[in-house]
């Protein structure tokens, strides 16, 4: 084989696709002498007679007329080994995309890597009915001999050429498929490439779909070696685009990254100017414009259309937009916009690419149809989101997802689309937008009570975070509204969450500010009206933060009752069941958080309104049926609920006592997580379950986790007021009873029978500080004893009664009774007190991952 060097293979690939010497000498910046004497070299070392046979020729292995890229070929790796298997298998492959996403760079590379020789012929200059004409002065073909110019174009391939590529067909697709299928047919050593934003449609086409760049990835690397910058954030707002990426890279120099950011929102504009022999590539708008006036008027008129939408769209979607056109005309055009790489499809959806959509929106707004396209869009969206709401109850997250952005663009514009968003929102589990689409629906609309029912609504999603945001609202609504009773409602609400629930506070409000409010409300409304009498008897329930007064709580509920309103009752019970923990009746409280359960989950867990109150029920029977010592019962109900970060802690207590030690951590940690990553760590199931897993870490002996857990412990409600919770005096003595640790043995125990605002600890917390006492010998322990009993019958707490049948050695009585509840801790303890079953006990508590104190010193 003859060999050449690479400047003579350059000068034979450019006199094969027709140049002059001139012509050759410009492009490779050489003399034009130089240049004929590479020509003379030439026809010396292939034997031909003159300048016309070598133009026929091919440097061996060489595909002529292949451009020469001036950058580093990025990526691609997928597209690349998809597009060799599909050659592999098939002679004619079509690389298909959106203009400007590198299909003609791709054939490039992949032509350069092959050992096959062939021609590239570029089709951008070639009009309709010249295809062959191009391809022929490719390949060297004159026209002189005699028959069709097809025919010569033919037996030149055949004798010698393996790979054509036919390079940006769209505006030519039946003159290219045409010569296409001749030349597959006949010259069987022959395969081609195609690139085109539309396939051929010819027999046995292969497709490769081209799209943009990955974003994470392939697209910062490209814009990286252009621009010698780092812009993850132009990448995705070009979508990974190659041409728009190179183009952006092109301004750093002068606008810097912070300017080109500012800079895409008129992408268009911006990205334009480059110097490039192809005129489509000098700006993203040619290269869009050059597919655009490819359609037909049909096709033109739903592509401006479509420029509308922020996302994803689905077919019902595109028909509302497109004025008056039916479904399956509708469909027609959008699957041949499809085809012809403008409009991307996911599913059963489709999308415009951000850049394509801008393009879409400057002929919209040239068109003069903007106004009556987004109004079509607007109803689509109101009709939407109401469409949505009516199918909460069933499988309607992923449609809401997909149109999410359109929806909240017209959401300014809506009083009727901002509430649907709102409830949509909320029920979604974005609480923070559905909150700002009520405060917007409220001030959107010219009706002031429908204002001040909107305010009503964002509060109640307010105070699932935060009740200084739920009060603003809530005496805003009061002052939209028109009626007195509608303010008064408004206003004895905020009373009643001042003091229902202070946990949500930054800080308490002033008491001055309390009655002021509770006054105001009194003399807006009807006294006479069940609902304000209702809420203000409500409001008066709760005299102090956090607690009730039982006569007040028996007359609201009472007044709840005669509106019938569920949400209403629910909330009075809750203040008539906080009123008799506080009097010790915790099985009365128990019965009436059972009562308040069964209606609460009658509520719909979707309505902002009522939401809270689903939520605050199901915690409350969970508490109180740890309080009881149904552990079974809070079990089953904490994983029943996991609506809200709080929810996801309500397991960790019941696992913790039951001896479920692993389960127990896990739940902690995910709460644990949870909770930070909504910015709020102070709730009080979320503080227990962190004082439970650092019990557990502390009786397992791994002192640096229990220390972590503390200090989270600390990280939410601060060293001075651990002392106020039950929970921890319980842990804290139930620990020190297993150590065998009775340093501080007084004050733990005195702790332990303190008095708690919240009771749900206050049983187990007294049957452990009397454990303890007995243990430490001190001379109030028998005493402590007979109280905390008193307390655990009060309760029928089965938990606190087998530790204090422990306490007075009854051990087989203790023993049934943990065996009872399912406490395998608790069991395995009281087992190393009984010398015939201590191995068993040592067995159980090794199977925890728990080693007693007294085996750790004995090297156990």
Known sequence: MTSLSGREAEVLSLLSSGMTNAAIAARLHLSVRTVESHVSSLLRKLGVPDRRALAGLHAPGEVVGLPIPRTRFIGRTAELEQARAALAGSRMVTLVGAGGVGKTRLAVHLAAKTATAGAFVDLVPVREGYVVQAVAAALGVSGAQPGPLSDAVVERLASDRALLILDTCEHLLDSAAALAEQVLAACPRTRIIATSRERLGIAGELLVPIGPLPLGSEAEELFLDRAGVSAPEVCARLDGLPLALELAAARVPSLGVDGLLAGLDDRLRLLSGRRDPDERHRSLSAVIGWSHDLLDEQEQALFRRLGVFHGRFDLAAATAVSAGGERGQVADVLGRLVDKSLVVRQANRWRLLDTIRAYALDRLAESGEEAETRHRHLVWAEAFAEHLESRLRGDWREEFDAAVDDLHAHAPHSHRLARSLGHLGFARGYLAQAQDHYELAAGRTPDAAQAAHDLRVAASIAAHGSGEEAVRLLIASAGRAVEGSARAIALAQAVELYHRSPAAFQAPAPAEVIVSLLDQARTAGDPGSPRVAAHLALAAAWPKPGEADLALAGHAAAAARRTEDPVLICAALDAVGTALKSAGRYLDAARVSRERLALAERLDPDDPMAALE?????????????????????????????????????????????????AALEQAEAAWESQRRSGRVSSGWLGRAVIAASFIQAVRGDRSRARLWRGRLVEMFGAENLVHMPALAFFDARLAAFSGDFTDAPRLVERAFARYASATAIPYARAAGAELAVLAGLPTAAALVEQAAATAEAAANDWARACLARTR??????????????????????????????PEGHAELAALGVIPPFARAAGG
Do not use: K, M, Q, Y
Not at 625 to 654: I, K, M
Not at 811 to 832: D, K, N, W, Y
């Open 614 to 662: 689903h939520v605050e029920a199901l915690g409350v029977a969970c508490d109180d049926a740890v309080l009881v010592g149904d552990l079974s019962r809070a079990l089953e109900l904490s994983w029943n609920e996991a609506r809200t970060p709080t929810s996801r802690a309500w397991p960790v207590v019941p696992l913790a006592l039951l001896g479920e030690f692993d």
């Open 809 to 838: 050695r009854r051990i087989p009585e203790a023993i049934a009774g943990f065996e009872r509840i399912g406490s395998r801790f608790e069991r395995a303890c009281t087992l190393l007190l009984e010398p015939s079953r201590e």
